[in-house]
């Protein structure tokens, strides 16, 4: 029962924190300034057993993205609750030849 309700907490503590991050428009979900268009090119280079390489669609939302926000992210129990590995994501910048942000 102890195990449920830590598992509850961090469950809602996440889509909290989520929604805090996120907006919802007229194009759907917007993460960090990433469109959820943006997000889905993305996932399938940060998603394990087998990343892909990054497409121009999705470096291109990468390029517009707050990378200061997303790196926020880095340390995140949300992202593989997603099916998003950490490391995965951190490496998406310099895979489509941008700056990843000091310290990130």
Do not use: H
């Not at 917007?30 to 087998?50: F, H, I, R, Y």
């Not at 390489?53 to 939302?61: F, Q, V």
Request: hydrophobic share 40%; glycine share 6%.
């Amino acid at each position: 029962m102890d195990g449920s309700w830590v598992a509850l907490r961090l469950m809602v503590v996440a889509a909290v924190l989520m929604s805090a991050n996120m907006t919802k428009g007229a194009s759907g979900i917007s993460v960090c300034n990433m469109s959820e268009d943006g997000l889905m090119a993305c996932k399938p280079s940060v998603t394990q057993p087998n990343p892909t390489d990054p497409t121009t669609e999705c470096c291109n939302a990468v390029s517009n993205a707050d990378l200061q926000c997303l790196c926020s992210y880095k340390n995140s129990v949300e992202l593989p609750f997603l099916g998003i590995d950490p490391d995965l994501a951190i490496s998406l910048p310099a895979k489509c030849n941008l700056q990843t942000p000091v310290g990130c």
